[in-house]
């Protein structure tokens, strides 16, 4: 059984810096691709962020997001910086993973995000 636990959300003023953690734990043989993805308040879960080809990144989050990942600790961590009230959203880690026997897509369970004054 793999799972993964988002933490670090919380409210933040805008302009203000949060930084995400997402620890994937379990049956772990490897771990592929780590990604951020968000849902705001009646919108689709759309992507932010991932560690393909030493990152990527949604337009509306370039040169303020970084992503990061720590294989030790098999932990994917997203910096935010410079927030505004549009990046208010629940944020999921997602990570394509090898347990014993398959491969699949893993979700976490979210972290919500408030940017607000």
């Known amino acids: 059984q793999v799972q993964l636990v988002e933490s670090g959300g919380g409210l933040v003023q805008p302009g203000g810096s949060l930084r995400l953690s997402c620890a994937a734990s379990?049956?772990?043989?490897?771990?592929?691709?780590m990604a951020w993805y968000r849902q705001a308040p009646g919108k689709e879960r759309e992507f932010v962020a991932s560690?393909?080809?030493?990152?990527r990144f949604a337009d509306s989050v370039k040169g303020r997001f970084t992503i990061s990942r720590d294989n030790a600790k098999n932990t994917v961590y997203l910096q935010m910086n410079s927030l505004k009230p549009d990046d208010t959203a629940v944020y999921y880690c997602?990570?394509?993973?090898?347990?014993?026997?398959?491969?699949?897509?893993?979700w976490g369970q979210g972290t919500q995000v408030t940017v607000s004054s």
């Open positions: 997602n990570a394509g993973i090898t347990s014993y026997g398959s491969y699949d897509a893993y």
């Open positions: 379990g049956s772990i043989v490897s771990i592929n691709v």
């Open positions: 560690t393909t080809s030493g990152g």
